[in-house]
């Protein structure tokens, strides 16, 4: 520790000291840096291990039993590895894995691609692109229960402006244009508000990216005659890449718990077309109440999704490091 | 000094007033937990009587049917204080009694005269007994309620129209009787233009994150023949639940969904048809009665231009009970003052005024007096159809066993997906599952 910031420890503790009975300041000030480092640290720490930590043991514990939070009453027996068994067994957890795995992927494909272009001309600095960035960054910022109601109407048959709009472009009926009905057409309508509200998101850390760039690389790629392509593959992009790379991952995290915008938008339907892990997880957990299989199937989500992060991250630093 | 004393002391008394005061009013406070919908608010008209009898303030927490169960399940499984009173769907019987969440109420009505047998047999037994058909009551049948039909009186009784239905099929264009006339009815309207505006057949349940689909499936199953299981074998399923007929039932209910619905249709409850039915979109819907009430009174399709009919009949005739009874939550703090609020809500008079408030009084009284079918327009059509009631399992694990239904039926009935065997045998072999996790077989 330097001088000036052990001094400006002393006195903070000298003005905590003040401000507390005389029994107190004495114990403050018999005490070391290391133990007032943990005074301040502690409360972090305790609210962290009790809203963290402890329900993640207490869930794994539970995945080995077969309580139900439904019949507080009922004997909790020990059942080994039998709910993990029957989580990985069950045909309909896989299939909703699949097609979490659907959405993901297209939603962070095409939020990257057009939140990464959006980026590109916004970074532009045209007449008006403070009014456009704002524009474009609304969708974000409304909750996710009005961008589902308010889209189901858009694509509501009938009387739906999105149905309209595709009826008007392609000739076909707009009865027949049933985005939230039909299996084929149903987890495309959840991809395009997906996509519709988060890619300002993505737009936002590629502009950062884009911004800190800094101009006298390309001064130097001018002078050295390297054509706008060539510029935009070789400094651009590699720039720019920690940055999409981030927002990939936070999306990616993001949309692999959807929920709300499902519930909202089809309940899972038609049938369990559009059925995603974090609904599956739900129904089993507050409906049927299977807690020790439910936590089980939570404690296999957590282990995908860590893993699958933990694997990320390190590419992300190898690309950092670059 | 003196009067800095005597100004403490007022301080003091005002304190403690202030603090004693909402004391006294929660203690006089009873809070009813139900569903946020038209007969509640009847309900929150009909206990002002009860407050000024007793002087007990009724408060109320409604809230949505899509949360409904969520929000109070929870509540009673985390032994929640927040309701006295509970108005519990038809299903919870069997779980909260075995869960012990609601006080039973047995000895509560042989103390004040209260009887069974004065209500109507089937609301007994779907809402108030558990194990049922036994004498073991956790609730008094609060609000009787049953899927049935409206249909457009008006366009039924247009002279173009019904020349053409009977030059077609050769009968009135009428309420069905049955099923099949049911569907001729929505094919003939599937598509039609009225009024310079495009119509359609019938709106059917179809909802898929609830409840919707499975209320909607099992009213036309029933009368296909459908049984949840063997009569003589609780829990044996095989041949029951996937008769043949039981088969027919389901493709007769997706050829409905796909013939003669709206577009768009493919999570439809009561909310939603209850709306293609007021803005003119269908001739026949499908709800429970409870809606019925308001859209007689409602101006563009209210009136004369209504109908109401029971559920038609095919092999044999049932209608999928709704509804609900009243409990006395076992966690209360104020459980006698909630019992007395049953026994005030049993009274005759009490039960009188809350049909012509808009609940639906399931006291014999009240639905056998001579006046009842004239009372209202669509009092006839309820009483037929509480005639002829079914309920879905009760059992403490219903959620698991709807969940079950709702994914194999709309997966086949909406998304297409397989056939109707295929989705009743996977519901066999889903339901089985359960009941051998309950240790039931």
Redesign the interface.
């Known amino acids: 520790m330097n001088i000036s910031s052990s001094s400006m420890v002393e006195k903070a503790a000298d003005a905590t000291a003040r401000a507390m009975p005389t029994s107190v300041v004495r114990r403050l000030r018999g005490l070391s840096d290391r133990a007032i480092a943990w005074v301040f640290i502690a409360p972090t720490i305790i609210l962290l291990l009790a809203i963290n930590i402890f329900p993640l043991i207490w869930a794994i514990y539970l995945s080995f039993t077969n309580y139900r939070?439904?019949?507080?009453?009922a004997p909790v027996l020990n059942v080994g590895l039998g709910n993990y068994e029957r989580v990985l067994n069950d045909p309909?957890i896989w299939q909703a894995m699949q097609t979490t795995a659907h959405f993901v992927f297209w939603t962070i494909l095409l939020q990257t691609v057009i939140g990464f272009a959006l980026a590109y001309l916004i970074d532009r600095k045209f007449r008006g692109h403070a009014f456009w960035t704002t524009l474009i960054l609304i969708p974000m910022m409304l909750s996710p229960a009005v961008v589902g109601n308010f889209w189901r109407f858009l694509?509501?048959?009938?009387i739906?402006l999105f149905a309209y709009a595709v009826s008007l472009v392609t000739g076909i009926p707009?009865?027949?244009i049933?985005m939230?009905?039909?299996?084929s057409l149903a987890p495309w309508a959840i991809i395009i508000v997906d996509t519709w509200m988060w890619t300002p998101y993505v737009m936002l850390i590629c502009l950062a990216g884009l911004r800190s760039i800094p101009d006298y690389i390309y001064e130097a790629a001018e002078v050295d005659r390297a054509s706008a392509w060539r510029q935009f593959w070789s400094i651009t992009v590699p720039m720019a890449l920690p940055f999409i790379m981030l927002a990939v991952l936070f999306r990616g995290i993001e949309n692999f718990k959807m929920f709300d915008m499902v519930?909202l938008l089809?309940?899972?339907?038609?049938?369990?077309?559009t059925e995603v892990a974090s609904i599956t997880l739900k129904?089993a957990a507050?409906?049927?109440?299977?807690t020790g299989r439910a936590s089980a199937f939570a404690i296999v989500l957590f282990v995908a999704v860590f893993g699958l992060a933990n694997i990320y991250v390190k590419a992300l630093n190898k690309v950092k490091q670059r | 000094m003196q009067k800095k004393s005597k100004a403490l002391l007022g301080l003091a008394s005002a304190f403690v007033m202030s603090s004693a005061l909402p004391n006294l009013a929660k203690a006089d406070q009873l809070t009813l937990c139900w569903a946020a919908w038209d007969p509640a608010n009847a309900l929150v008209e009909l206990s002002k009587d009860f407050t000024a009898k007793t002087g007990t303030e009724m408060k109320f927490e409604f809230v949505p049917w899509t949360s409904y169960?969520?929000r109070f399940?929870?509540e009673l499984?985390s032994h929640g204080k927040l309701c006295d009173l509970i108005i519990g769907d038809s299903q919870w019987i069997g779980?909260s009694a075995?869960?012990?969440h609601y006080v039973k109420l047995n000895d509560f009505f042989d103390k004040e005269g209260i009887k069974m047998d004065d209500f109507v047999p089937a609301t007994v037994v779907g809402y108030s007994e558990w194990p049922k058909n036994t004498p073991n009551y956790w609730a008094l049948p609060a609000m009787g309620d049953v899927v049935g039909w409206t249909y457009r009186k008006d366009w039924f009784e247009r002279p173009e129209l019904q020349k053409e239905f009977k030059e077609k099929y050769g009968r009135e264009l009428a309420a069905p009787k049955t099923y099949d006339e049911l569907k001729q009815i929505a094919e003939f309207f599937q598509k039609r233009e009225i009024d310079g505006k495009t119509v359609y057949g019938a709106s059917i349940y179809t909802?898929?994150?609830?409840e919707g689909i499975t209320m909607g499936v099992t009213n036309v199953l029933y009368d296909w023949g459908f049984q949840y299981d063997n009569p003589e074998k609780p829990y044996e399923m095989q041949g029951f639940v996937n008769s043949a007929d039981a088969v027919k039932g389901l493709e007769f209910y997706k050829s409905l969904y796909d013939c003669c619905t709206?577009?768009?249709?493919?999570?439809v409850y009561m909310v939603e048809s209850a709306d293609a039915f007021k803005s003119g979109?269908v001739a026949m819907q499908m709800n429970f009665a409870f809606t019925w009430p308001g859209l007689y009174k409602d101006e563009k399709v209210g009136g004369d231009r209504i109908g109401f009919f029971p559920n038609p009949a095919e092999k044999k005739h049932f209608a999928q009970l709704g509804g609900q009874g009243i409990s006395v939550v076992s966690y209360s703090d104020k459980k006698d003052a909630a019992l007395q609020y049953i026994k005030w809500f049993a009274q005759p008079e009490v039960q009188a005024k809350w049909w012509q408030l808009g609940g639906y009084s399931c006291l014999k009284s009240v639905v056998n007096a001579p006046d009842f079918a004239s009372s209202q327009p669509y009092a006839q059509a309820f009483l037929d159809s509480m005639a002829i009631v079914k309920d879905f399992w009760a059992e403490?694990?219903y959620?698991?066993l709807l969940?079950d239904m709702q994914?194999r039926v709309?997966?086949?009935v909406?998304?297409?997906?397989g056939t109707a065997q295929e989705a009743l045998d996977g519901l066999v072999k889903d339901w089985t599952e359960v009941f051998e996790?309950d240790g039931k077989i």
């Open positions: 939070a439904n019949r507080p009453n309909d694509y509501e048959p009938q739906g707009t009865a027949d049933q939230l009905g039909s299996v519930t089809t309940g899972g339907g038609p049938g369990s077309t129904r507050f409906e049927s109440w299977a | 169960a969520d399940l929870n499984n779980g075995e869960n012990g909802e898929r994150g609830s709206p577009p768009g249709s493919s999570n979109q403490p694990s959620a698991t969940q994914k709309h997966n086949y909406v998304a297409g997906n996790d």
